[in-house]
């Protein structure tokens, strides 16, 4: 058999490759296309896809290239590239190498990403008031995520490498595609039923076109309705979609995620022992504090010789009863003295003569009182004059025809002033 008319699949490529390289229309080409599942590699080589409604080609911008872009490159936006076509040998994929970019406003999916993380943003649902917190030690864990690939291999290898005791429950949705929104929405809203402490929300990387489920209002609302805290892990680091900004607490992947959600079993052994040596020192101290007490208790003087308590109060009783004799005689003593005093007055032994005294001094107030007495000047023949009821004391305010009223010894007069003379 002639095995020679046999090509290998390297030589191919090759062929291929020397025909792409060799055709003039290809060294030079010019695309408009949108940028979708960039990745920016730590040497700065730009890896992407541009695509239209119906194709896609692949994409490298080397960095030396893409360091001159005066604008940032994002999955979504439209572009005007430069480059020419080749055939990646390794793969076997044609692809274009940028040579120089050029920005042709937004993709959109773009847009309608930005509109709708702005009516979100604005209605709240992604301020951090709401954010539930994410229980450090849980117990059940919900997965919302494809039952098959990496993302759930991730996550459960890494729950179970980190915190073999934590009991998972996987909710097997669809995560890319036209009914991957109203499926994970279903998942979400079942696995709330189940008294989770923990749900973690995601899947592998892919493009934005691969993520779109993630983006639709949907499964916004139903995150944030959500009773059980949800972590979002959708992508790689660099994605980023509405239901990580909703979501209680986005991780950078899968695996992220579980590490975030769970803690490290060795780290919690090593916690448990630290609290059992402290709370061991605590108890040993107090044990030692009422172990002194105690001696100090058994070493007192007084209950080792109760009786000298006795005595001693007995002693303080002897003193008290001496004070208090002390005290009585003073008072009865004091009180003798005052009475002794008492019946020798003088007043108390002569009543009579205290009586005299008062007697006389009564009758020369008695006397006093009747010098001061207007009646007794009537006696010796004077008179006494009223004007309306009051003396009248000058004649100055005496009227003509005015009645006054004259009191005698005996007796009143009524007159009327006919005439005033004044001397």
Not at 11 to 38: H, M, P, W
Not at 187 to 200: E, G, N, P, Y
Request: charged residues 25%.
């Amino acid at each position: 058999m002639n095995n020679s008319k046999y090509l290998t699949i390297t030589a191919l490529t090759k062929y291929l490759k020397y025909k792409f390289d060799s055709d003039e229309n290809l060294r030079q080409v010019f695309l408009r296309g949108e940028i979708s599942n960039l990745k920016i590699h730590s040497t700065g080589h730009l890896y992407f896809s541009l695509k239209d409604e119906t194709s896609k080609i692949n994409a490298i911008m080397f960095a030396t290239n893409a360091r001159r872009l005066p604008f940032k490159p994002v999955d979504g936006m439209n572009v005007l590239v430069t480059g020419r076509i080749s055939v990646y040998e390794t793969t076997g994929n044609y692809q274009i190498y940028v040579e120089d970019m050029l920005e042709d406003g937004i993709g959109n999916l773009y847009i309608a990403f930005e509109q709708l993380k702005a009516k979100l943003s604005k209605e709240g649902l992604f301020d951090q008031k709401y954010k539930k917190e994410i229980p450090k030690i849980p117990s059940r864990i919900g997965i919302i995520t494809a039952p098959t690939g990496a993302a759930i291999r991730d996550i459960l290898s890494t729950i179970k490498r980190r915190f073999p005791l934590c009991e998972t429950y996987l909710f097997p949705a669809l995560v890319q595609g036209a009914n991957a929104a109203p499926d994970i929405v279903s998942k979400l809203r079942q696995a709330d039923t189940f008294d989770l402490d923990v749900i973690i929300l995601g899947r592998g990387g892919g493009s934005i076109e691969d993520l779109w489920a993630f983006n639709e209002e949907i499964v916004a609302r139903a995150i944030f309705e959500s009773k059980t805290p949800i972590i979002s892990a959708v992508g790689h680091e660099v994605d980023f979609t509405i239901a990580d900004f909703v979501s209680d607490l986005r991780a950078p992947t899968p695996t992220g995620a579980a590490e975030m959600c769970v803690p490290n079993i060795s780290d919690v052994l090593t916690q448990i022992n630290n609290y059992n040596i402290r709370a061991t020192k605590a108890l040993n101290k107090k044990v030692e504090i009422a172990r002194v007490a105690l001696d100090n208790i058994k070493a007192n003087y007084i209950l080792n010789n109760p009786i000298i308590m006795y005595e001693n109060k007995k002693q303080l009783i002897d003193s008290y009863l001496e004070k208090i004799k002390t005290f009585i005689f003073y008072k009865v003593n004091n009180y003798g003295i005052k009475l002794d005093n008492i019946k020798a007055n003088y007043i108390l032994n002569h009543p009579k003569e205290l009586y005299s005294k008062k007697e006389m001094n009564l009758d020369n107030l008695i006397t006093k009182l009747e010098l001061l007495n207007p009646l007794s000047v009537l006696k010796r023949g004077y008179t006494l004059t009223y004007q309306n009821d009051k003396i009248v004391k000058s004649i100055k305010s005496i009227k003509l025809d005015e009645n006054l009223v004259v009191k005698l010894i005996d007796g009143n007069i009524k007159v009327n002033v006919v005439g005033i003379e004044v001397k």
